[in-house]
């Protein structure tokens, strides 16, 4: 009995502890972004003492991070329809036919999840110089969905697995083409898997750092991990601006997570014991 | 026939994307790992194992080996202690339990990159918050150079990736903590199983799944590491925090050595070919159904 109350008082302190631990670099990199320069030579624990509210326009200017935001919210939201779209059709087949070429497209697909993108990398730099994609969107988009891909499909097919195919059968007879069973009868049917995807797909682009270095270098076209990757060239030791960055850059995912944090929590857990 | 045909409408798309942007660049590389392409020179001849043998004597690439595996192996052994402890911490469904679990994965949220900045601020030598931090404690004697003591970067860097990603590996022993069935615990409380005797012989059988997930998972992820180093350390001081996947980068595009970086690449490939094949064999015999 004594020792199971102290390792129960020691868990507690080992939770309360990593709790600290993640609060206070989050909590000091939002102090460092209100501070003037001058309040910064006061040391790294000093409270801000006015607002330094100009921090964040003058991050948002001279990172040129409208433009970043938006470009990012474009190339995220059409990979991960076109991830979700792409491989929930794949996934269809490929769950219900007991037909060898399925089982080895099956297999195809998912040899792609134990691919590492940095074999890929060359050659994709000079197919997209090849294609003229670089600098534009239509390029890392493609490789975000076929890196996406591998994953999902493997999500997908094993949630056909336990939906009765009496439900599409039903659909046939009634009349209804194969096309609109998929889309109207079976693709809503698919909505916990599509969730998690949904979150786990927008985590891994938006917060993707090495293709868009590789392919996004313009300022036109750069997503806001470059953006705040800018700053450093151009700002050493600014890092009020750098934090001021970081900040509006992190907070539409992390309120997105705040909003979504139920169904994250329980997609990504379905999503992983399953997988 | 026509169902096939019906089929290959719903696969093509997905099956076309998936070939021309990873499967056939994939097998480019394997080929350009052959030839001496350095970017530039239109020319490129076939060079047959000369890269895999310049590659053998390199000392870099040793030095990289060695990094990415010690960042892949101390990343997935804390990961896992820390998840685990955490998730043992987070059973049941009260209020706390479901703020901490959103606490904890605040992190998770972030981009590397911006973690990388935060962190660099942390650590830095002279004004930075972790050193500030021990001599507020009289703990002068514990400040240290945290990224540019070429001994301990590799450690700090290793904390930083576990910072981010350990509430990841957490939920997922979350999940599985919740899949064991409470009347498996009554039965064996009822048979006067002790706390570390119920974790040994009950849970850790029945959370194997997620075991085996956050194990192979955090390999692969330890073994591919690039924006946190790339921000923080650029693999230095010296060569102390140069992974493969930064000598790579090096390699392709401050050098312009494609055809030597391609074969870096095949080895970083084999490297996580061989270590989920092992895992996977080895862990899921460990495994038990329920």
């Known amino acids: 009995m004594a020792l199971r109350e102290r390792n129960g008082w020691l868990l507690s302190l080992i939770l309360a502890l990593w709790a600290v631990i993640v609060l206070v670099p989050i909590l000091i ?18 409270l801000p003492t006015a607002f330094e509210w100009s921090n964040f326009s003058e991050a948002w200017k001279k990172g040129m991070m409208g433009t970043s935001l938006v470009n990012s919210v474009v190339i995220s939201v059409s990979a991960v329809i076109l991830i979700i779209l792409l491989s929930s059709a794949a996934a269809y087949p490929l769950s219900r036919r007991k037909k060898k070429w399925a089982t080895a497209t099956y297999l195809y697909f998912l040899s792609g999840m134990m691919i590492p993108f940095q074999m890929a990398m060359i050659p994709l730099y000079k197919l997209l110089s090849q294609l003229n994609l670089i600098g534009k969107f239509a390029g890392p988009v493609l490789i975000y969905i076929a890196l996406g891909l591998p994953f999902s499909v493997f999500l997908y097919t094993a949630f056909y697995k336990s939906i009765p195919q009496e439900i599409e059968e039903s659909a046939l007879i009634d009349g209804c083409g194969p096309y609109r069973t998929f889309g109207s009868i079976l693709f809503p049917l698919l909505k916990p898997v599509t969730s998690t995807l949904l979150i786990m797909n927008t985590l891994t682009i938006w917060n993707d750092f090495f293709v868009p270095l590789l392919f996004l270098q313009s300022k036109s076209s750069r997503t806001i991990p470059l953006s705040i990757y800018s700053f450093t060239g151009e700002f050493v030791n600014q890092w009020n601006l750098i934090f001021a960055a970081v900040i509006i850059g992190s907070l539409p995912l992390v309120l997105l997570f705040l909003v979504l944090q139920r169904q994250f929590v329980q997609g990504i857990a379905s999503g992983a014991v399953k997988g | 026939m026509k169902r096939f045909g019906t089929d290959i409408t719903f696969i093509l798309p997905a099956f076309a994307v998936f070939t021309l942007f990873l499967v056939v660049p994939v097998l480019s590389g394997f080929y350009y790992s052959l030839t001496d392409w350095n970017g530039l020179n239109p020319e490129t001849r076939f060079i047959g194992l000369d890269n895999y043998i310049r590659l053998f004597n390199d000392s870099d690439v040793g030095n990289a080996i060695r ?6 192996v101390c990343l997935t052994i804390v990961k896992n202690a820390l998840g685990l402890t955490l998730a043992l911490g987070m059973q049941g469904t009260g209020k706390i339990q479901r703020i901490m679990r959103v606490w ?3 992190p998770v949220m972030l981009s590397a990159l911006a973690i990388g900045y935060i962190w660099a601020y942390v650590y830095s030598p002279s004004d930075g918050v972790l050193n500030t931090l021990l001599e507020a404690f009289g703990l002068d004697g514990l400040a240290r150079d945290w990224l540019g003591d070429s001994r301990l970067s590799i450690y700090s860097v290793i904390f930083v990736s576990v910072w981010h990603f350990v509430g990841f590996t957490m939920i997922i022993y979350v999940a599985g903590l919740q899949s064991v069935p409470s009347d498996v615990y009554e039965a064996a409380y009822l048979d006067g199983a002790g706390k570390w005797s119920m974790f040994k012989n009950v849970t850790f059988p029945l959370i194997a799944p997620s075991f085996t997930v956050n194990i192979v998972v955090n390999m692969i992820v330890g073994i591919k590491v690039f924006d946190t180093i790339f921000v923080m350390t650029n693999g230095g001081p010296g060569t102390s925090t140069e992974n493969l996947s930064i000598l790579l980068y090096r390699q392709a595009f401050a050098f312009d050595r494609m055809g030597y970086a391609s074969s870096i690449a095949v080895i970083m490939f084999m490297i996580i070919l061989i270590f989920s094949m092992i895992q996977i064999f080895a862990l899921r015999k460990r495994e038990v159904e329920h």
């Open chain 2, 67 to 72: 990094n990415t595996l010690l960042i892949a």
């Open chain 2, 104 to 106: 904890y994965l605040v």
């Open chain 1, 29 to 46: 990199a939002l102090f460092v972004a209100l501070k003037t320069p001058e309040q910064l030579l006061g040391g790294p624990l000093s």
